[in-house]
Protein backbone atom coordinates (compact mmCIF):
# COMPACT_ATOMS: atom_id res chain seq x y z
CA UNK A 1 0.00 0.00 0.00
CA UNK A 2 1.35 3.76 -1.21
CA UNK A 3 0.02 6.76 -0.32
CA UNK A 4 1.80 9.94 -1.04
CA UNK A 5 0.32 13.60 -0.01
CA UNK A 6 0.82 16.77 -1.85
CA UNK A 7 -0.54 20.20 -1.92
CA UNK A 8 0.46 21.63 1.42
CA UNK A 9 2.27 24.94 2.25
CA UNK A 10 1.32 28.33 3.63
CA UNK A 11 -1.24 30.12 3.66
CA UNK A 12 -2.72 33.29 4.49
CA UNK A 13 -6.00 33.23 6.98
CA UNK A 14 -8.70 32.90 4.82
CA UNK A 15 -6.82 31.09 2.35
CA UNK A 16 -7.39 27.85 0.34
CA UNK A 17 -5.53 25.03 -0.76
CA UNK A 18 -6.21 21.77 -2.33
CA UNK A 19 -4.69 18.71 -0.98
CA UNK A 20 -3.96 15.42 -3.11
CA UNK A 21 -3.33 12.03 -2.03
CA UNK A 22 -2.10 9.49 -4.67
CA UNK A 23 -3.15 5.74 -4.13
CA UNK A 24 -1.34 2.85 -5.05
CA UNK A 25 -0.30 -1.31 -4.53
CA UNK A 26 -4.03 -1.16 -3.25
CA UNK A 27 -7.89 -1.34 -5.12
CA UNK A 28 -8.28 2.13 -3.93
CA UNK A 29 -11.84 1.94 -5.56
CA UNK A 30 -12.85 -0.90 -2.60
CA UNK A 31 -11.96 1.15 -0.06
CA UNK A 32 -13.42 4.30 1.88
CA UNK A 33 -10.76 6.81 2.77
CA UNK A 34 -10.05 9.15 5.40
CA UNK A 35 -8.05 12.58 5.86
CA UNK A 36 -6.40 12.94 9.53
CA UNK A 37 -3.85 16.02 10.65
CA UNK A 38 -2.10 16.30 13.63
CA UNK A 39 0.12 18.97 15.14
CA UNK A 40 3.44 18.54 17.28
CA UNK A 41 2.10 17.46 21.19
CA UNK A 42 -1.57 16.60 19.98
CA UNK A 43 -2.71 13.40 19.01
CA UNK A 44 -4.35 13.14 15.98
CA UNK A 45 -7.45 14.36 14.63
CA UNK A 46 -9.43 13.01 12.00
CA UNK A 47 -10.79 15.31 9.69
CA UNK A 48 -13.06 13.97 6.92
CA UNK A 49 -13.77 10.64 5.26
CA UNK A 50 -15.52 9.92 2.35
CA UNK A 51 -17.55 6.12 0.88
CA UNK A 52 -15.40 3.88 -1.00
CA UNK A 53 -17.96 4.86 -4.22
CA UNK A 54 -17.65 8.77 -3.03
CA UNK A 55 -21.64 9.15 -2.18
CA UNK A 56 -20.77 9.43 1.29
CA UNK A 57 -19.01 12.25 2.80
CA UNK A 58 -18.03 13.00 6.26
CA UNK A 59 -16.52 15.90 8.24
CA UNK A 60 -15.44 16.85 12.03
CA UNK A 61 -17.48 19.94 13.38
CA UNK A 62 -14.30 22.00 13.36
CA UNK A 63 -13.79 21.47 9.27
CA UNK A 64 -17.95 21.52 8.45
CA UNK A 65 -18.60 23.78 6.15
CA UNK A 66 -15.31 24.95 4.94
CA UNK A 67 -13.16 21.54 3.69
CA UNK A 68 -14.29 19.06 0.84
CA UNK A 69 -13.72 16.06 0.61
CA UNK A 70 -13.67 14.07 -2.79
CA UNK A 71 -11.78 11.02 -4.66
CA UNK A 72 -11.78 10.28 -8.54
CA UNK A 73 -11.25 6.47 -8.56
CA UNK A 74 -10.18 6.26 -12.32
CA UNK A 75 -7.27 8.27 -10.94
CA UNK A 76 -6.86 6.33 -7.81
CA UNK A 77 -6.80 9.58 -5.87
CA UNK A 78 -8.04 11.38 -2.50
CA UNK A 79 -8.26 14.87 -2.37
CA UNK A 80 -8.98 17.51 0.26
CA UNK A 81 -10.03 21.13 -0.60
CA UNK A 82 -9.63 23.62 2.29
CA UNK A 83 -11.18 26.95 2.32
CA UNK A 84 -11.38 29.96 4.70
CA UNK A 85 -8.47 28.39 6.25
CA UNK A 86 -7.78 29.41 10.08
CA UNK A 87 -4.44 29.20 11.86
CA UNK A 88 -5.97 26.23 13.83
CA UNK A 89 -5.73 24.12 10.93
CA UNK A 90 -2.25 24.26 10.94
CA UNK A 91 -1.14 20.49 11.13
CA UNK A 92 0.71 17.98 9.03
CA UNK A 93 -2.45 16.47 7.12
CA UNK A 94 -2.44 12.49 6.36
CA UNK A 95 -4.50 10.56 4.13
CA UNK A 96 -5.57 7.43 5.70
CA UNK A 97 -6.92 3.97 3.70
CA UNK A 98 -10.37 3.38 5.90
CA UNK A 99 -12.63 5.29 7.73
CA UNK A 100 -13.77 3.77 11.65
CA UNK A 101 -9.91 2.22 11.59
CA UNK A 102 -7.81 3.33 9.07
CA UNK A 103 -4.87 0.97 8.41
CA UNK A 104 -2.43 2.84 6.08
CA UNK A 105 -1.26 6.61 6.75
CA UNK A 106 0.91 8.23 3.95
CA UNK A 107 3.71 10.18 5.28
CA UNK A 108 1.80 13.78 5.48
CA UNK A 109 1.87 16.96 3.84
CA UNK A 110 2.69 20.10 5.73
CA UNK A 111 -0.63 22.95 5.85
CA UNK A 112 1.03 26.47 7.51
CA UNK A 113 -1.96 28.79 8.00
CA UNK A 114 0.02 31.50 9.32
CA UNK A 115 -0.26 35.90 8.24
Known amino acids: VQLVESGGGMVQPGGSLRLSCAASEFTFSNYDMSWVRQTPGKGPEWVSA????????YYSDSVKGRFTISRDNAKNTLYLQMNSLKPEDTALYYC?????????WGQGTQVTVSS
Open 96 to 104: ARGYVAADY
Open 50 to 57: ISSGGVRE
